[in-house]
T-cell receptor, first 111, second 114 residues
Framework: ELKVEQNPLFLSMQEGKNYTIYCNYS?????LYWYRQDPGKSLESLFVLLSNGAVKQEGRLMASLDTKARLSTLHITAAVHDLSATYFCAVDPDSWGKLQFGAGTQVVVTP | SAVISQKPSRDICQRGTSLTIQCQVD?????MFWYRQQPGQSLTLIAT?????????ESGFVIDKFPISRPNLTFSTLTVSNMSPEDSSIYLCSVEGAGNTEAFFGQGTRLTVV
C-alpha cells in the first residue's frame, strides 16, 4: 500500500524566517505534486515535479524531488503572512492522474 | 491546462436524501477522478471514472453509496446517496491535463448534511 507521509503537520512560522516541509513516499514514483489550499477553497497547484533531481521555484517557494530517496521538500524562504494555508504533497505512481495525498501541513505565519 | 466546472459549489441536504454533483471539463479526458475531503482531513480518492465502463472504486467506497456516471469524455457525475451527517465533506473532481503532466481540480462541492 502506497503511503505518503508529510511532516510537520503543523508549522508556525515567523515572518522573515526559512522553513521546510518534507514529503516521503513509500513506492516508486516519478511524479510529485505540491498544492496549496486556503480554508474552504479547492486546491491550487504549486509545483509538478516530474523527474529525479527536479527543482522548481516560484517566489518564496522552492520544491525539489529525490526519487531515489523517495523524498520531496517544499522550502519557504522569508515567510510572509500571505503564505498561511495548508500545503499538500501528492504522489502519482502510475502517472495517469490518480493521486495519493499526504496528510497536509497547516502553515500559520505570524509577525 | 484543463478548466473544470463543478456544480453545485455547496449544498445543505437533509439526511436520507441524495445529491448529484456534476463535473464538466473543457476538453476531452480519458479518466476523471472523484475525491472526498472530510473536515480537517486530506483528500481521499473515491473512484476513477472512465467513459464507457464502470467506475473503479477505492477500498472503503461502494457503488451503491457513490454511484458515478461518465456519459462522455467531458462530463461526469457523482451521487452521494442516502446521506448522513458523516457524508459532510468537500467533494472534488480531478482530471489529468493534456500531455499527462499535471492534475487539475474543480472548485469543489461543499456538502453539509443535517
Amino acid at each position: 500500500e502506497l503511503k505518503v507521509e508529510q511532516n510537520p503537520l503543523f508549522l508556525s512560522m515567523q515572518e522573515g524566517k526559512n522553513y521546510t516541509i518534507y514529503c516521503n513516499y513509500s513506492t516508486t514514483s516519478d511524479r510529485l505534486y505540491w498544492y496549496r489550499q486556503d480554508p474552504g477553497k479547492s486546491l491550487e497547484s504549486l509545483f509538478v515535479l516530474l523527474s529525479n533531481g527536479a527543482v522548481k521555484q516560484e517566489g518564496r517557494l522552492m520544491a525539489s524531488l529525490d526519487t531515489k530517496a523517495r523524498l520531496s521538500t517544499l522550502h519557504i524562504t522569508a515567510a510572509v503572512h500571505d503564505l498561511s494555508a495548508t500545503y499538500f504533497c501528492a504522489v502519482d505512481p502510475d502517472s495517469w492522474g490518480k493521486l495519493q495525498f499526504g496528510a497536509g501541513t497547516q502553515v500559520v505565519v505570524t509577525p | 491546462s484543463a478548466v473544470i466546472s463543478q456544480k453545485p459549489s455547496r449544498d445543505i441536504c437533509q439526511r436520507g436524501t441524495s445529491l448529484t454533483i456534476q463535473c464538466q471539463v473543457d476538453s476531452q479526458v480519458t479518466m476523471m477522478f472523484w475525491y472526498r475531503q472530510q473536515p480537517g482531513q486530506s483528500l481521499t480518492l473515491i473512484a476513477t471514472a472512465n467513459q464507457g465502463s464502470e467506475a473503479t472504486y477505492e477500498s472503503g467506497f461502494v457503488i451503491d453509496k457513490f454511484p458515478i456516471s461518465r456519459p462522455n469524455l467531458t462530463f461526469s457525475t457523482l451521487t452521494v446517496s442516502n446521506m448522513s451527517p458523516e457524508d459532510s465533506s468537500i467533494y472534488l473532481c480531478s482530471v489529468e491535463g493534456a500531455g499527462n503532466t499535471e492534475a487539475f481540480f474543480g472548485q469543489g462541492t461543499r456538502l453539509t448534511v443535517v
